[in-house]
Nanobody, 123 residues
Framework: QVQLVESGGGSVQAGGSLRLSCAASGYQYSSYCMGWFRQAPGREREGVAHIDVYHGTIYGDSVKGRFFISRDNAKNALYLLMISLKPEDTGMYYC?????????????????WGQGTQVTVSS
């Protein structure tokens, strides 16, 4: 049974930092692309960053230079370091696993999802 469990969300002031974690289990973690997505109330889910099996990374334009995705295959863990946070970064953050061989920013490419962790950035 595949499980993805996010942690590390919280409330911070603008300019602050947070580090999100995602613990994965139930599948061959190192073999598949992983991604972070976020969704604000009333908005569509958007891709924040993803990392492929070779540790290649792609970021959404709005987070480039501020967010950093990484993975630790020995620990079946995914991370998202977020610095210089802005109020527009507020939302529910989800980690997701793609076992289809696809890797990108489209939610449809991902098969499994965590329950999310809330990030709130105040001005």
């Amino acid at each position: 049974q595949v499980q993805l469990v996010e942690s590390g969300g919280g409330s911070v002031q603008a300019g602050g930092s947070l580090r999100l974690s995602c613990a994965a289990s139930g599948y061959q973690y190192s073999s598949y692309c992983m991604g972070w997505f976020r969704q604000a109330p009333g908005r569509e889910r958007e891709g924040v960053a993803h990392i492929d099996v070779y540790h290649g990374t792609i970021y959404g334009d709005s987070v480039k230079g501020r967010f950093f995705i990484s993975r630790d295959n020995a620990k079946n863990a995914l991370y998202l370091l977020m610095i210089s946070l802005k109020p527009e970064d507020t939302g529910m953050y989800y980690c997701a696993a793609s076992i289809t061989g696809m890797c990108g920013s489209r939610p449809e490419s991902y098969t499994y999802w965590g329950q999310g962790t809330q990030v709130t950035v105040s001005s």
